[in-house]
């Protein structure tokens, strides 16, 4: 059993997908980051970072609990955990791994702050909305050019490289992004979207 601590966040999100596709079982913990329970003691004792998500698999190296934290570490430690969503040959999971540190290194922190300045600021920032927009607008432009006549970021196979970037479009209305000007990252979109497992992590955490 997994214990996943999570909240409706594009970051909470990656980790509910992935479970959800993998099929193993797991406890959701919301974590409501807007009452600031990331920085209580009990929720910094699993991650010091006071972020979230992280999760704690109970049976995990060693048949012993095993905390992750950041969601790129989770979703690497649940493909090799389930052997599902990374491939084993060194060329193909490196093809995995590069396209999963573009979203843990570009679009995450870019695409968060375009939701800072656009949704959350106190004060209207016009730099800062047009900085963060302009290079989001520009990773959207790359991620077109990498979905042109292919299914998925890595490979032809569906991977944790796709569900870390998913969530992310999802919000595109947040980032003023119109997914018809990236044609093959709407195609991309569509078609995951309508993953069964997709919808249900999209919706975790139910009822919080
Ligand atoms: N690099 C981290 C980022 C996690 C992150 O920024 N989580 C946000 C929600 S999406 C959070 O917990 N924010 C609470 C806060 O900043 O106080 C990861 O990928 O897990």
């Known amino acids: 059993m997994i214990d996943l601590y999570t909240w409706k966040t594009s970051n909470g999100r990656k980790a509910s997908i992935m479970l959800e596709e993998i099929g193993l079982p797991y406890t959701v913990h919301p974590i409501p980051i807007g009452q600031d329970v990331q920085f209580t003691p009990e929720y910094i004792a699993i991650n010091p970072n006071s972020k979230i998500p992280a999760i704690?698999?109970?049976?995990?190296?060693?048949?012993?609990?095993?905390?992750?934290?950041?969601?790129?570490?989770?979703?690497?430690?649940?493909?090799?955990?389930?052997?599902?969503?990374?491939?084993?040959?060194?060329?193909?999971?490196?093809?995995v791994i590069q396209w999963l540190m573009f979203q843990m290194g570009g679009v995450g922190p870019i695409f968060g702050q375009v939701h800072h300045f656009e949704r959350a600021?106190?004060?209207?920032?016009?730099?800062?909305?047009?900085?963060?927009?302009?290079?989001?607008?520009?990773?959207?432009?790359?991620?077109?050019?990498?979905?042109e006549g292919r299914g998925f970021f890595a490979n032809e196979q569906y991977s944790i490289a796709d569900i870390a970037v998913l969530p992310w479009v999802a919000r595109h209305e947040w980032q003023l992004v119109d997914l018809n000007d990236y044609p093959n990252v709407k195609r991309w979109y569509d078609s995951l979207m309508a993953r069964p497992a997709v919808q249900k992590g999209m919706e975790i955490p139910a009822d919080a």
């Not at 106190?122 to 959207?140: A, H, S, V």
């Open 56 to 95: 704690v698999d109970q049976d995990g190296p060693g048949g012993k609990p095993y905390t992750v934290i950041e969601s790129g570490a989770i979703l690497m430690y649940l493909a090799e955990k389930s052997g599902k969503l990374m491939p084993s040959e060194m060329a193909a999971r490196y093809e």
């Open 121 to 147: 600021a106190k004060e209207d920032i016009p730099y800062g909305k047009k900085r963060y927009g302009t290079e989001c607008r520009r990773l959207y432009g790359v991620m077109d050019k990498r979905l």
